[in-house]
């Protein structure tokens, strides 16, 4: 938070007249649990005050000037939810995120992603074990202007695993 830092063509001077963050939250949820099923639901609103973050200060087409400020005050809120269903030896597990977060001056606070999902497949038995994954991110910020966008992305994971023998 108190030094100098240089990422490209981005430099970021220290400050070291920051103040603590403050938050006041709340969140409230209920799961629901059976046998071969599961659902979670969670809503959350954060309360932020004196948020630290990178607030631009120039930008040349050669540099980017940031330094480490309190900001205004900020608000998140959201839903997620999460969801499982087992099938003999698969499980599938969904999740979804939505967080709304934004400074009081209305741009979004950057690298918060509104959307984020995830779904697994999994296959597993006591030797053998299969697991393909999607996690997904809509578009984000990278700065405090919201103007440097950063594209929605998705990656892909894949795990499998087989017990050959008992200790291999």
Same mark, same amino acid.
């Given at each position: 938070?108190?030094?100098?830092?240089?990422?490209?063509?981005?430099?970021?001077?220290? =400050? #070291?007249?920051?103040?603590?963050? &403050?938050?006041?939250g709340?969140?409230?949820?209920?799961?629901? @649990?059976?046998?071969? $099923? +599961?659902?979670?639901?969670?809503?959350?609103? =954060? #309360?932020?005050?004196?948020?630290? &973050?990178?607030?631009?200060?120039?930008?040349?087409?050669?540099? @980017?000037?940031?330094? $480490? +400020?309190?900001a205004a005050?900020?608000?998140?809120?959201?839903?997620?939810?999460?969801?499982?269903?087992?099938?003999?030896?698969?499980?599938l597990?969904?999740?979804?995120?939505?967080?709304?977060?934004?400074?009081?001056?209305?741009?979004?606070?950057?690298?918060?992603?509104?959307?984020?999902?995830?779904?697994?497949?999994?296959?597993?038995?006591e030797?053998t074990?299969?697991?393909?994954?999607?996690?997904?991110?809509?578009?984000q910020?990278?700065?405090?202007?919201?103007?440097?966008?950063?594209?929605?992305?998705?990656?892909?994971?894949?795990?499998?695993?087989?017990?050959?023998?008992?200790s291999?």
């Amino acid at each position: 938070l108190y030094r100098e830092f240089r990422a490209g063509n981005t430099s970021t001077l220290a =400050n #070291d007249q920051l103040r603590p963050e &403050t938050l006041f939250g709340a969140e409230a949820g209920a799961d629901w @649990i059976g046998e071969k $099923r +599961r659902f979670g639901f969670t809503a959350f609103r =954060n #309360d932020m005050g004196d948020l630290i &973050t990178n607030i631009t200060l120039t930008t040349t087409p050669t540099l @980017i000037t940031r330094q $480490r +400020r309190n900001a205004a005050s900020a608000l998140s809120r959201g839903v997620e939810v999460n969801a499982r269903q087992s099938w003999h030896d698969f499980t599938l597990d969904l999740s979804y995120l939505f967080a709304e977060s934004r400074f009081s001056t209305l741009e979004r606070i950057p690298q918060i992603p509104k959307h984020q999902g995830n779904a697994q497949l999994t296959y597993g038995t006591e030797n053998t074990l299969v697991s393909m994954a999607v996690r997904s991110y809509s578009l984000q910020f990278e700065d405090d202007r919201n103007s440097l966008r950063l594209p929605g992305f998705a990656s892909i994971q894949w795990q499998s695993r087989q017990r050959i023998r008992r200790s291999l």
